[in-house]
Structure formats: structure tokens, C-alpha cells
């Protein structure tokens, strides 16, 4: 199958289009909501609201006997508000760390979570199966209502977080200014919290409560490496997100193997690789040449320095020297290259013989850089 007909297929197959559109809705909401995590260093927290939510499905079951998605996701989300009270009171109330409480909260309510589906595998009633996928998604189930449900509560939560746009920003940049502004700090942390935990319910039934942190975490990292400014952040994290969703639920309709939950989560892992390689100013490719540059720069300017200490023994400072002369001072092996440098910014030029001199140019730069290096001190007796 070809690129034409991977197209076609998510225009015209119903089942590949309500996928898709499940998938992107969950990465547009994960994208912007994940942003924020990013930005104030809690990654953990989605992974831990996602394992928490696991109990609330299992128990939602067992209290209605529906596995209704707006039922299942009501009772997550239940069960991921309770963690976040459970997190707050213990990290006000206890010397413990966040991290640590974080990392408690997560495996106590993983635990339960897994304890009661096993429970409920073993029970003779057959209307249990399925509940399991909960753990790794299982995206292709996905129906109509399904997505309108996902669509309605994402979109509730991206038209808060844009009502509570400046109190996010401040929160995630600047807390304690935003405290001094009377803006009620506490409170926004919490309603925060509880949008990502509405990202992660409407993310279980495609990617799992394993995966799901990765979508929250992903998108807002890749997209940090592009910019620096909030509001392009999170257009790109969700534009990150939603394209990781259709790639993953039209790469996963290429065989009947592939789960679509896993392979959302590997091609947004390949654009936080893409982004961390080539993203300018962050990017390690452009780190990389950054430094090169940098350090060639600096070489040149060791050139042009010995250069001129030697022109100094002359009455004339722009008397040439041989090439070997130079080598033997600036002990490099890339003395020409950064003699061909200085040629190209009008620094030096060469003479008979292979020997080179400081232009007019290049001779009062000298004169300036050996001028800054001096101490203040003795700059004021010059």
C-alpha cells in the first residue's frame, strides 16, 4: 500500500477515520496540557495520574456493570482526582518529597488497579473481557461515540486552560509573582492538575495507562527544542500530538499486528528524536556546529594575535611572516585554515613566499581584543 492509498483509506474507511480522529483529538488535548507538565518539570505526574486511573475503570465496572466509554472514563477520572488530593495532602502535610510521593501514589493505585482486574478476570461473568486493554489501549475499538465523547471533554479542557491562560503561565514561569498578584496559586495547581488528569481518561482506551504518559510528555518536549516563546509551544505540541495520532492509527492499518496504542507512542518518540537532532538553537546537530564554529573562531583569533605580537618586534605591523613561523607560535596544525578565514574577513593578507601580514584591519582588531584582555586597572593607566 502506498502513500495515495494510506490517504485514501483515512478519507474513505470509516473505521481507519474514527480512529485517526480519536488519536488526534487525544493528541491536540495531551499536547497543550502536556506543555505545562514540561514546562514545570513534572513529568512524572502524568505518568502517575495515568496508572492511578487504572482502579477508577476497574471499579466503575464493578459499581454500574457498564463498560459504557463514558462511564469507564467518569470513573477514571474519579480515581484521578482522588490521587491528586492524595498527592497534595501528603506533600503538605509531610516532609516527604513530591517525587517521592508521586512515585508512591503511582505504584499504590497501579497496584489496586491490577488487583481488582485480576479479580474480575476470574469472575465466571464474561461481560468483564476487554477491560484489560485498559492497560495498553487498544485504539481500533474505538466507535463514534467514542470519539464525540473524547471531543466534548478535550474540549472542555483546552477552552479552560485557554480561559486560565495568564494564571498557567505565571504558575508555570513565575509562582511566587503570580502569589504576590493575589492570583490564587494553590487553586490553579490543582485545576491544572485535574485537566491532565481529563487528558489522560480520554487517552486510556487508545493507548493505555502505560503509554499514556508518554503522550502527555512527548509532544510538549519536542515541541520545547523548536521555540521559547508559550503560546508557539503549544501549538506545536499539539500539532506534534495529532500527527503522532494519525501516523500511529494509519501505520497500524498496515498489519494486523501492529497495536495502535504503542506505535502512536513510537512515532511521537521519532519526532522528539527529529526535534531533540535538528531543532535550531537546542538541537544537538546545531549544538554541534555551534561549538565547531566557536572553537574555529577562536583559533583564527589566536592566529591574529601571534600575528600581531610578531608584526610588533617591526617598526611596520603589517610585516608579513612565513607560515611555519606561525605554526611554531600557535603550536596548531590549522594555522593555514584559519589564516584562509581571516583572509575572508579582511584580517590578513598574503605576500612572496607564502608568508602572510596583518591588514589595516586586522591590525587595529588586534589592537582592540589585546586592549579588552588587559585587567581594568591597567586599562585606566593607558
Given at each position: 500500500m502506498n502513500i495515495l492509498d494510506l490517504l485514501a483509506s483515512l478519507l474513505f474507511d470509516h473505521t481507519i477515520r474514527t480512529v485517526a480522529l480519536g488519536t488526534a483529538t487525544l493528541g491536540i488535548v495531551s499536547g497543550v496540557l502536556g506543555s505545562f507538565a514540561v514546562l514545570r518539570k513534572q513529568s512524572l505526574l502524568g505518568d502517575a495520574l495515568s496508572h492511578a486511573a487504572l482502579p477508577g475503570v476497574a471499579l466503575a465496572y464493578m459499581l454500574t456493570g457498564s463498560k459504557?466509554?463514558?462511564?469507564?472514563?467518569l470513573g477514571a477520572g474519579v480515581a484521578g482526582v482522588l490521587a491528586i488530593l492524595l498527592l497534595v495532602g501528603i506533600t503538605t502535610r509531610t516532609p516527604?518529597?513530591?517525587?517521592?510521593?508521586?512515585?508512591?501514589?503511582?505504584?499504590?493505585?497501579?497496584?489496586?488497579?491490577?488487583?481488582?482486574?485480576?479479580?474480575?478476570?476470574?469472575?465466571?461473568?464474561?461481560?468483564?473481557?476487554?477491560?484489560?486493554?485498559?492497560?495498553?489501549?487498544?485504539?481500533?475499538?474505538?466507535?463514534?461515540?467514542?470519539?464525540?465523547?473524547?471531543?466534548?471533554?478535550?474540549?472542555?479542557?483546552?477552552?479552560?486552560?485557554?480561559?486560565?491562560?495568564?494564571?498557567?503561565?505565571?504558575l508555570s514561569f513565575d509562582r511566587d509573582f503570580g502569589a504576590?498578584?493575589?492570583?490564587?496559586?494553590?487553586?490553579?495547581?490543582?485545576?491544572?492538575?485535574?485537566?491532565?488528569?481529563?487528558?489522560?481518561?480520554?487517552?486510556?482506551?487508545?493507548?493505555?495507562?502505560?503509554?499514556?504518559?508518554?503522550?502527555?510528555?512527548?509532544?510538549?518536549a519536542?515541541?520545547?527544542?523548536?521555540?521559547?516563546?508559550?503560546g508557539r509551544m503549544t501549538l506545536l505540541s499539539a500539532l506534534f500530538g495529532a500527527v503522532a495520532g494519525v501516523a500511529g492509527a494509519l501505520v497500524s492499518s498496515l498489519g494486523s499486528g501492529l497495536s495502535t496504542g504503542p506505535v502512536i507512542v513510537l512515532c511521537i518518540s521519532l519526532i522528539v528524536l527529529i526535534s531533540l537532532t535538528l531543532a535550531p538553537n537546542r538541537g544537538l546537530l546545531w549544538n554541534s556546529l555551534r561549538q565547531w564554529r566557536t572553537r574555529r573562531r577562536l583559533r583564527s583569533d589566536v592566529v591574529l594575535e601571534?600575528?600581531?605580537?610578531?608584526?610588533?618586534?617591526?617598526?611596520?605591523?603589517?610585516?608579513?611572516?612565513?607560515?611555519?613561523?606561525?605554526?611554531?607560535?600557535?603550536g596548531s596544525g590549522a594555522v593555514r585554515r584559519s589564516l584562509q578565514d581571516l583572509q575572508h574577513r579582511g584580517l590578513v593578507a598574503p605576500h612572496a613566499n607564502g608568508q602572510w601580514a596583518l591588514t589595516p584591519q586586522g591590525v587595529a582588531l588586534a589592537q582592540r581584543q589585546q586592549q579588552a584582555a588587559k585587567p581594568a586597572e591597567e586599562r585606566r593607566h593607558d
Open positions: 459504557s466509554s463514558l462511564v469507564l472514563m516527604l518529597k513530591e517525587d517521592s510521593v508521586l512515585g508512591i501514589v503511582l505504584s499504590v493505585f497501579f497496584g489496586l488497579g491490577l488487583m481488582l482486574l485480576t479479580f474480575l478476570q476470574r469472575n465466571p461473568d464474561a461481560r468483564q473481557a476487554g477491560l484489560n486493554t485498559f492497560l495498553f489501549g487498544q485504539a481500533a475499538t474505538l466507535l463514534t461515540r467514542d470519539v464525540l465523547t473524547m471531543a466534548v471533554f478535550g474540549g472542555l479542557a483546552l477552552l479552560l486552560a485557554l480561559a486560565f491562560w495568564k494564571e498557567f503561565k505565571l504576590s498578584l493575589g492570583l490564587p496559586m494553590g487553586a490553579m495547581d490543582i485545576l491544572l492538575t485535574t485537566l491532565l488528569v481529563v487528558a489522560v481518561v480520554i487517552g486510556l482506551q487508545a493507548v493505555g495507562v502505560v503509554l499514556m504518559s508518554a503522550m502527555l510528555v512527548a509532544p510538549g519536542a515541541a520545547r527544542q523548536w521555540t521559547d516563546n508559550l601571534n600575528l600581531y605580537q610578531m608584526s610588533s618586534q617591526h617598526a611596520d605591523p603589517t610585516h608579513p611572516h612565513a607560515v611555519a613561523a606561525l605554526e611554531a607560535v600557535s
